[in-house]
């Protein structure tokens, strides 16, 4: 059974940082792109940053571009964000997703999705 855990959501100021982690598991997953997607109140869920299998080319959303940084490692099973320069607009409840081999940022794309941490940003 495939599990992800995000961790790492919280409450913080504006201009603060905050990393998240997923852990996987159930998955062999140095074969899996994974990906971070938001979800605000009342929005739908909207792609935040993904990286292939083997760890490069990672994609930014725009609005993120910048100021967070995905990366991942294998031997751990954890994909992480690092979220800097956070603004109000980042508030969200953030999930990861794994997708087999390649990273896209269609979020029916991805076959496996974690519970969500949120992650507050006040202003």
């Known amino acids: 059974q495939v599990q992800l855990v995000e961790s790492g959501g919280g409450l913080v100021q504006t201009g603060g940082s905050l990393r998240l982690s997923c852990a996987a598991s159930g998955l062999i997953f140095s074969s899996y792109a994974m990906g971070w997607f938001r979800q605000a109140p009342g929005k739908e869920r909207e792609f935040v940053s993904a990286i292939s299998w083997r760890g490069g080319s990672p994609d930014y959303a725009n609005s993120v571009k910048g100021r967070f940084a995905i990366s991942r490692d294998n031997a751990k099973n954890t994909v992480y964000l690092q979220m800097n320069s956070l603004k109000p607009e980042d508030t969200a409840v953030y999930y990861c997703?794994?997708?087999?081999?390649?990273?896209?940022?269609?979020?029916?794309?991805?076959?496996?999705w974690g519970q969500g941490t949120q992650v507050t940003v006040s202003s």
């Open positions: 997703a794994a997708r087999y081999r390649s990273a896209v940022r269609g979020r029916d794309e991805y076959e496996h």
